[in-house]
């Protein structure tokens, strides 16, 4: 499988961007498919999680009310919505995926993905 991120940019505080993951394999094979993000000097941490039915998403309290991730399987794709932007997010961001299914707790860990787009970068700035 091959995962392209793309939708990254600058923008200002209180703004919104839409990162989009567009899957070259079928995304119905893969059960968690989730963006991260690494800002310079952090780790890769998770941001958000959209698995299948009937589970649900997965979001990390620092975005929660702000972000949503959504998936269009007739596309292919996968989309982070990404509202009322505030400076620390800003990063690379990630999308990964990951056949098996994990327990909650785990959904959001970067070391449990297997495959990884490449990063796309968000700038909120003034």
């Known amino acids: 499988v091959q995962l392209q991120a793309s939708g990254g940019g600058l923008v200002q505080p209180g703004g919104s961007l839409q990162l989009s993951c567009a899957f070259s394999g079928n995304m119905l094979d893969y059960y968690h498919i989730g963006w991260f993000r690494q800002a310079p000097g952090k780790q890769r941490e998770g941001v958000a999680v959209?698995?299948?039915?009937?589970?649900?998403?997965t979001y990390a309290d620092s975005v929660k009310g702000r972000f949503t991730i959504s998936r269009d399987t007739a596309k292919n794709t996968v989309y982070l919505q990404m509202n009322d932007l505030k400076p620390e997010d800003t990063a690379v961001y990630y999308c990964?995926?990951?056949?098996?299914?994990?327990?909650?707790?785990?959904?959001?860990?970067?070391?449990?993905?297997?495959?990884w787009g490449q990063g796309t970068l968000v700038t909120v700035s003034s």
């Open positions: 990964g995926t990951r056949k098996g299914r994990m327990v909650l707790s785990a959904r959001l860990s970067a070391a449990q993905y297997e495959y």
């Open positions: 959209v698995s299948k039915r009937p589970d649900p998403a």
